[in-house]
């Protein structure tokens, strides 16, 4: 009898075979019987290291396979663009990378699967990479005084140079005034006189609104002040004197909290370990206009805290100058300017905090203001900034010189006019203004919010420092000239140009990422003056941008078109040196740079998508010791002049 043959073809021939395969771990020439592997169903779990890196910094991604004993790869993906592949091991495979783009992304994972086990793709996760911060930029060195050496310095003006004969010290708790050897006595109406020598005395009275110091002596006195007063403290003096703060709380409740009705300089001096504060009342009898107000100048030191609120007008008021030596001071207001002088606010060391947060229209809240006078400031009408830490947050300009000859002259002869500059020769400085610019007029009237971060109304110079200034208005803004010669700057408007001087604009030396508007405002704008390169390493981004004055300048700088937020750059040499790389932090249409790296005659070749490190990286850009890998080839040109315009 024959033998009854199996059949041998067709899908029952495939089953059995798929079967055996699977039986034995083995794959057979045509596969599985999914193209995507096996039929054992599996799931894949991704993970980053971090959620939130900087650009540049790698992050890990791991890919976790269920069952663990699935072989096989996974490819790793942003969106639908392939980061890499990695092999699986114990149930795991990894990829690390640092291409990631300054933005949000979207990643996931996908195991292809194996002749046993089926494909799987795991659940998007999120990385959020931000724009490089600074590295290896020690702030510290940039907050050192230099006031010693600067154009400002007095000796006068150190409380440590300065003799005081007399001590008087009054406590506002106990109510007591006395001199430093003598007996505590109480404070009344008919006041306490502590020293009457030949027809010249101190006295100690209180008052409807507080308690006056009256001295009529020829030599200067300390008062040591201590304890709670609710009132104001008024004083009247024939000479210098020091209010010594030694853990003082007065607060004004018909006017300010200090009224210093002498024209002599005081030395307002914080005792170590000690915190202070001075408070006005929002309604008042008395009209001063300032929680601080004195008609001579200021002069603040020590090593303790000394808070000051303004609610009626300005935080701090004095008609000659302001300057701060050391301290840690700070100063909020809700109506209007935080500090505010006439002649000059000088800032030597410290640390000030400035808070301005007044919104009435056509007078939004300053930080720092110095007004100018031709009665009593020719030539001053200054802000000068020598070192420590200065950090200002106001509706309106964040620290300006603001005398304007065309607004505020009242005669022709100009050797009266005040010199409204501002220099900063070292800090750390940080700006912020809040305010929407706006201009209209109203019955003839121009009202306008002009939040502009640092303002000289004549010139503007950073000689050095560390400068953060992101505003609404103008970063830096000047009447004459800006001259930048140093110092780490940045500078961002989001509604106005970064740097924009209505004169020349001259840039020597330093590290600048200055970022404009949208068109027609600009990273760098001097209105068709002379605008000089001689050093410096700067990127600016923006509409539009002045175009450097190619005879006047010494140092090759470069125009380029638009950039895409999110995308680091570079510039490359056919022998691959990198003379320029940054992180693009918002997309725009001009791009204006300059390096020392750049030489004439040098062709380069555009490059973007890829990553640059360095040995410093400010806001973006890459200084010192560049490299640049990966990214697309663009435009190449070749410099032949101090200014190449090379396009897009």
Sequence with gaps: MAKRQLPVIGTYAATITTL??????????????????????????????????????????????????????VTFYDGTSSLGTATISSGTASLATSALSVGTHTLTAAYGGSAVYASSTASTVTVTVTAAASTAIDTSTYAVSVAATASTYSAADLVTNTTFDTTVIIDFTANTARLSSGTAQAITTDGVTLLSSGGTSIAVTKTTYGITISSTVATNVMYVLSGQLNGTLTVSSSSAYQLYLNGVAIAGTAGPALDLESTQKVFIVSAAGTTNTLADSATRSMTMKAALYGKGPMVFGGSGILGVTGSYKHGIFSNDYVRVCSGTLTVAVSAKDAIRSVNGFIFDDGILTVSATGTTTGDESKGIKVEGSESTGAGKGYVVINGGYLTVTSVGKGISAGWDIDEDATTTDTSDDPSPYVEINNGVITVTTTGTPYEYTSGGTTVSCSPEGIEGKTNLTVNNGYLTISTTDDALNAGKAIVI???????????NDAIDSNGTLTITGGVIVAIGSSAPEAAFDCDQNTFTITGGTFVGIGGTTSTPTAS???????ILGSGTKGTTMALKAADGTVVFAFTIPQSYETMLLSSPNITAGTTYTRYTGGTASAGTVFN???????SYSGGTAGKSFTVSSYVTNAGS
């Design 485 to 495: 010669n140093g110092g780490y700057l940045y500078c961002a408007s989001s509604a």
């Design 20 to 73: 055996i395969l699977a039986l034995f771990g083995l794959s057979g020439c045509g596969g599985g019987t999914n193209a995507s592997g096996g039929t054992t169903s599996t799931t894949t779990t991704l993970t980053a290291s971090a959620a939130t890196v900087a650009s540049g910094a790698s992050v890990t991604l791991t890919a976790a396979i269920s069952p663990t004993d699935a072989t096989g790869t």
């Design 552 to 558: 006047t300048s010494k140092q090759y700088s470069v």
């Design 620 to 626: 973006g850009l890459y200084v010192n010791s560049l």
